[in-house]
């Protein structure tokens, strides 16, 4: 047993040694914890820790199989995200405690604040008190026992799992229902009480999930097969893409969800161009031995950075929406090209972490498939807040792709259309963004950068917010970034475009002098070389390609990413269908597109006059379109439309 | 984006080390927000004076903008008892008994760099950038002594680094209101044009200054603190939780979604309440506090015995 004093040791010193002590099996015993946050936080080892007196946020969070114990209180989010183990609390929790479990003991023996066990998956929690107001809510699985009051709306859009309410049931939430308790349920209840030592010899009431809000009525129609061309409809009032949203929605009678990107015309890089005539951009001899392009991104806080041989990165895109051969693939072209690779939503798979040097974990609110294991393996982590698809909105996998193995790395139950939440259970504002930070560097010996994925909406203000709360990068995905599956007019009408987007950034930056100060990563629609080099020019760091790279993989853009049954193998969880998907194969189709990026980028870079990607500027840009220029303040040259496209001069 | 902490003492007496436990609260919680630091003090009450404070900046700027304060008042029938400059502000205690909202609208408009902080029987508004303790050097918060007090601070996601967006918000034109708040009302503009319609003034497009307005307005009708409490919860829309106080009692709402956390703990002496548990630790360490969160939708106030 050893003593750590936090009246004398930072908590993140404290941290660091608890760490080493649970290495070696020590107990430990933290004395004059008062109220601290993310006391323990990151622990993987079978150890005990007691606290003597009360902690702040997140005690116990992001750890597996240790014993806590604490005397007194406890902060938000109790034991986030823990795997197995258990807390014992003496006094109160604040809210949310339990978010986000998978399997751990979590009993508190007072009363507990709103949302506990928002977003758990399994294990217990339980409450010796009152539960305040929506217990149980978004819960995916695992049980609540409440021995007091259950608070309002309990079990508010639960997915799955039980809550057991011993006290008065205040009201039930949406989406739950009362349900019947069998006797071999009550029984392991009690068995649980006995080894917590807890009396109680009440009765229990159960609530369970009500079923209504898993499943659309009716599922999704295969759409006809019509061309992207066609579908985007530019000419043509009463096009084939109305007529076709028309008849599918005459079937389904609700909103349609879709793959794919937006299809509506909208200001983009293909309406800027560069100042100077380049042409015969072959006839630069090895332009990449020429420029330097070597990037590093996400060190500025001391962490390790992604080190990229271009400034290009692959967007987040999921284990879920993707095949796991998909996943693979794209890891390893990742690994061909130098770049950095990123899991999405959904966890991380071995075959994934094998096949990607660099990849950064992303967590999103409903925490699936996130881990301290996988975190600690991961080259960096980073926060969802939205996509540019469909801002403001969750991730959406349809039944179909929710099979049993993709349901249990994720946590949920399978076989539901799955609407991942929206915002996350602890994360409701800057300051509280800023301890969510703190605590996953916390975990992971602030050796990673931590990024946040912002689609782009309120950027100017948002940005602020990720300068301020000190993330070391930000993703920025414009309206023009593809989804695996997005309501349909979510997709063309809802979010800013990618150029908007990257003007709004960097006016917020520069409103608090901060330009320059946090390296922004543009995505959203990007299709080549000559796209990156004029989102580097208007002023990203990097750029990441997702959609491009999947049709580098042989996707062959139907539009049906949502419905689960891709032909090519890609975008599906049908092993039937994904065996049709050589990894291998489509990793060299994925990296030889990355390489002509890489010729691209060096290519122009050297045309306009420079050595490094580094000087690009917006000196080198005009707009051929006034809402281009409106939007970018560049030069209006509609003189310059009639000029041969660069993509010719290649 | 913020950090809030209130303190009352009980027994009503003056002399409690109000500035040096509001201190440590905020110090506990300044992880919450680092940019800047205020206090609004509850010390001994001027009967018959009223105590002003402005934010005046340096220099000659400054000296230009204390002259045509000076003239203000003179010319609103106030008379200066004591006045002085403390670091960016100036500090006058005056007598005063004529109409307080009229005359508080002509203070912040009797010059064009000055901006009104505080006026008060008993209450006093410090608030600048940085920490705790760097506005403690400026201002020597640890020196007040009073019955009770709030404390805030302030991560500024939304607008520049300065002093006058830092709180308490002052509640423009009520002698003795002050205001700390957590979070965000989004039904403000709608709110705001109530309030100008019937001729209030707003300092500036921060939220937290239309709560301080709104409960000041509610009690200037006639209902007390309480009341005002309460009917806040229905009227302002968004996520929040925030602490008010006059010159005999403090109070605490939070929204309808419990969405910014706030703790509290009460014995016989004294209550305080913060964001977090770790700013009330600060006063009792080593302690396990048998501390109380509040429900969502709920509020609560407390008077000091006179």
């Known amino acids: 047993m050893v003593q750590i004093d936090l009246a004398e040791v930072p908590v993140r010193q404290a941290n660091e040694l608890i760490r080493e002590y649970g290495a070696q099996g020590e107990d430990i015993d933290i004395v004059n914890p008062d109220a601290r946050h993310h006391i323990g936080v990151g622990l993987t080892d079978p150890v005990t820790v007691r606290l003597h007196g009360s902690a702040g946020y997140f005690c116990a969070g992001l750890t597996d199989a240790a014993r806590f114990e604490v005397e007194s209180n406890v902060g938000w989010g109790l034991g986030d995200n823990m795997y197995t183990g258990s807390v014992v609390v003496g006094g109160n929790a604040s809210a949310i405690a339990g978010v986000a479990i998978r399997g751990a003991d979590i009993v508190i023996r007072g009363n507990m604040g709103s949302r506990a066990g928002q977003v758990m998956k399994a294990g217990t929690l339980l409450c010796g008190g009152n539960a305040n107001f929506m217990a149980g809510y978004l819960m995916y699985g695992g049980r609540i026992v409440i021995l007091g009051d259950s608070g309002e709306r309990v079990g508010e859009d639960m997915a799955g799992g039980e809550i057991y309410v011993g006290g008065k049931i205040q009201s039930l939430g949406s989406d739950a229902k009362m349900g019947d308790s069998e006797g071999a349920e009550i029984d392991d209840i009690r068995e649980f009480l006995d080894r917590y030592e807890i009396s109680y010899k009440g009765d229990f009431q159960k609530i369970v999930n009500e079923g209504k809000k898993l499943h659309y009525k009716t599922s999704e129609q295969q759409m006809r097969s019509i061309p992207f061309v066609a579908f985007s409809g530019k000419s043509d009032y009463w096009n084939p893409k109305i007529q076709e949203d028309i008849h599918i929605k005459s079937q389904i009678g609700r909103y349609r969800v879709r793959g794919y990107g937006g299809a509506r015309e909208l200001p983009h890089l293909s309406d800027i161009t560069f100042a100077r005539e380049i042409a015969n951009l072959n006839e630069i001899s090895d332009p990449v031995s020429k420029v330097e392009m070597h990037t590093l991104i996400g060190g500025k806080h001391g962490a390790q950075p992604l080190d990229l041989t271009m400034p290009v990165m692959i967007a987040p895109m999921s284990y879920g929406a993707l095949s796991r051969s998909t996943k693979q693939a794209v890891g390893m072209a990742s690994s061909l090209a130098g770049i950095a690779e990123n899991t999405g939503e959904g966890g991380m798979s071995d075959a994934q972490r094998g096949a990607a040097k660099q990849l950064i974990f992303q967590m999103l609110g409903g925490r699936l498939g996130w881990n301290i294991h996988d975190m600690k393996r991961a080259n960096g982590l980073e926060i969802y807040i939205s996509q540019g698809a469909k801002p403001g909105f969750g991730g959406q996998l349809m039944a179909k792709k929710v099979t049993k193995e993709l349901a249990e790395i994720r946590g949920i139950p399978a076989g539901i259309d799955l609407r991942s939440p929206s915002r996350h259970p602890d994360i409701l504002g800057g300051d509280d963004l800023l301890i969510k930070v703190e605590e996953m560097r916390e975990a992971t010996g602030y050796k990673l950068p931590v990024s946040v994925k912002l689609g782009a909406g309120r950027i100017r203000d948002d940005i602020k917010i990720a300068f301020k709360d000190g993330f070391d990068f930000v993703e920025l995905d414009g309206m023009q970034g593809s989804t695996g599956a997005g309501g349909a007019e979510v997709m063309e009408y809802v979010g800013i475009p990618t150029i908007s987007a990257i003007m709004d950034a960097l006016d917020g930056l520069a409103e608090i002098d901060a330009l320059g100060d946090i390296q922004i990563i543009l995505m959203g629609g990007l299709r080549d070389g000559v796209d990156a080099v004029k989102s580097l020019c208007l002023g990203a760091d990097a750029v990441a390609f997702g959609n491009a790279t999947i049709v580098a993989g042989g996707c062959i853009s139907c539009m049906q990413c949502h419905v689960g049954q891709c032909v090519t193998g890609i975008a599906t969880q049908d092993p039937e269908h994904e065996k049709r998907y050589r990894p291998e194969i489509e990793a060299h189709n994925i990296h030889r597109f990355l390489e002509s990026v890489r010729w691209q980028i060096a290519a122009l870079t050297h045309a306009l006059g420079y050595d490094n990607v580094k000087s690009l500027n917006r000196d080198d840009l005009v707009a051929l379109t006034p809402e281009a220029a409106a939007i970018t303040r560049l030069p209006y040259r509609p003189d310059l439309r009639e000029r041969p496209s660069l993509v010719e001069a290649v | ?306």
């Not at chain 2, 940085?130 to 991560?155: C, E, I, P, T, Y």
């Not at chain 2, 680094?161 to 423009?172: D, I, L, M, Y």
């Not at chain 2, 002050?178 to 503009?189: C, F, M």
């Not at chain 2, 939220?207 to 009341?227: F, I, T």
């Open chain 2, 1 to 306: 984006m913020c950090g809030i902490a209130g303190i009352m003492f009980k027994n009503g007496r003056t002399d409690h080390e109000t500035g040096v436990a509001l201190i440590d609260m905020l110090d506990g919680c300044q992880h919450r927000g680092p940019d800047s630091t205020g206090f609004a003090l509850y010390g001994e009450e001027h009967r018959n004076e009223l105590k002003l404070r402005f934010l005046v900046g340096e220099g000659a700027e400054a000296n230009e903008s204390e002259a045509l304060i000076k003239t203000a008042l003179e010319a609103h029938d106030a008379e200066i008892v004591e006045d002085k400059r403390v670091g960016n502000t100036y500090q006058a205690v005056v007598t005063f008994d004529g109409d307080l909202r009229s005359f508080a609208y002509a203070m912040e408009h009797a010059a064009p760099d000055a901006k009104v902080i505080s006026i008060g029987q008993s209450l006093d508004i410090v608030k600048d950038v940085g920490s705790a303790h760097d506005v403690d050097d400026r201002f020597n918060v640890h020196k007040f002594k009073g019955s009770h007090g709030l404390g805030h601070v302030r991560l500024a996601t939304e607008s520049d680094v300065r002093p006058e967006s830092a709180h308490p918000f002052w509640a423009t034109g009520f002698s003795d209101v002050a205001i700390v708040h957590n979070g965000q009302i989004t039904n403000y503009w709608k709110m705001r044009r109530r309030l100008e319609q019937r001729d209030f003034e707003f300092r500036t497009d921060n939220d937290s200054e239309l709560v301080a307005v709104y409960l000041a307005d509610k009690m200037a009708h006639g209902a007390p603190l309480r009341e005002a409490l309460k009917s806040s919860i229905e009227d302002l829309d968004g996520t929040f939780s925030f602490l008010a106080s006059t010159k005999d009692e403090i109070g605490y709402a939070k929204d309808n979604l419990a969405a910014k956390p706030m703790v509290m703990y009460e014995n016989d002496d004294l209550i305080v309440i913060a964001s977090e548990e770790v700013s009330l630790n600060r006063l009792f360490p080593g302690q396990a506090l048998n501390t109380k969160e509040p429900p969502p939708g709920s509020y609560d106030t407390w008077s000091k015995s006179t």
